[in-house]
């Protein structure tokens, strides 16, 4: 069965609440073995894609992963880019900036991690943590050496269109950008940091910070509700993801990504007339 992607994307201009986007649907697949395959199903022609990705050597795909604490981020980029060559994808995760990082502009420190052509690059979080958390902890400005760092309204409008031109420049330049966005319910967060505390080989996993920003829980649903609005453009729309069916989101995002790299219409290089003229010799060489 093939998902309709489109369904979970944000419009070029649409206003967001997420309080009328679906944190979980009904199962895509009737029993786990149904869901291994389709995810199968998934995995392998992307496999497939992205050693094309790699022959060609003209575009890169950068995948984005923005959510709230135990929304899924690792377990779906673990499943869905199983299959992928490792020496082809790179992961980046992003925490709070270091002092090096705040010396330069909110976007410098991603930048350096961008994909190279042929590659998939994945952001386990990103640039967009400065409108996001930054504007739900509005002190974190002053860390930054802002020349006006008074947090108004428009701190975060000029953030936005900086980013939107960003995607805009590397979209002109070859980078495909997927935006993912797994949204979880408030209730499915807590039962997930439950389990982080009752089972023991997920209690590595637990924060006590997760705890604390669970009170801030309103204020980052409005703040990703207007980044998700100002930033889902027709080149680099924003999926919205229900996250909390693990097996939902993850085949979800697996047909988005799918999706992106079948619209690079790739393909393996062609080899010119000469070349074949010199492979052919070669192969004589060889056979002898």
């Not at 149904?34 to 496999?47: C, F, G, I, M, N």
């Not at 909390?244 to 393909?267: T, W």
Request: hydrophobic fraction near 40%.
């Amino acid at each position: 069965m093939k998902i309709d992607a489109q369904a979970y994307k944000v419009g070029e201009g649409e206003a967001v609440d997420l309080g009328l986007w679906a944190t979980k649907i009904d199962a895509l697949c009737k029993s786990k073995k149904a869901y291994r395959k389709q995810l199968h199903d998934h995995v392998e022609p992307l496999s497939d894609q992205q050693r094309m990705l790699y022959a060609s050597n003209r575009h890169a795909l950068l995948v984005v992963f923005q959510a709230m604490d135990t929304a899924g981020k690792d377990g779906a980029i673990r499943h869905v880019m199983s299959g992928v060559n490792p020496q082809g994808c790179q992961v980046f995760s992003f925490q709070h900036p270091s002092a090096r990082e705040l010396l330069h502009d909110f976007l410098w420190r991603t930048t350096r991690d961008l994909p190279e052509r042929g590659r998939i690059g994945i952001f386990n979080r990103s640039y967009y943590e400065e409108v996001l958390i930054v504007r739900v902890h509005r002190e974190l400005l002053h860390s930054e050496s802002l020349p006006d760092p008074a947090p108004d309204e428009s701190v975060w409008q000029s953030r936005f269109r900086s980013i939107v031109d960003l995607e805009r420049h590397l979209h002109a330049n070859g980078t495909r950008i997927v935006k993912v966005f797994l949204h979880l319910s408030k209730e499915e967060q807590r039962k997930r940091l439950l389990a982080r505390i009752d089972e023991p080989d997920k209690n590595w996993k637990f924060s006590a910070a997760d705890i604390a920003e669970r009170a801030y829980w309103d204020d980052y649903m409005l703040a990703y509700g207007h980044a998700l609005a100002a930033t889902s453009t027709a080149d680099t729309p924003w999926f919205i993801v229900p996250a909390d069916d693990k097996h939902n989101a993850r085949l979800i995002v697996s047909q988005i990504v799918l999706d992106a790299m079948l619209g690079l219409k790739l393909s393996y290089p062609v080899v010119s007339a000469a070349r074949r003229r010199e492979l052919k010799a070669i192969r004589k060489q060889l056979a002898k």
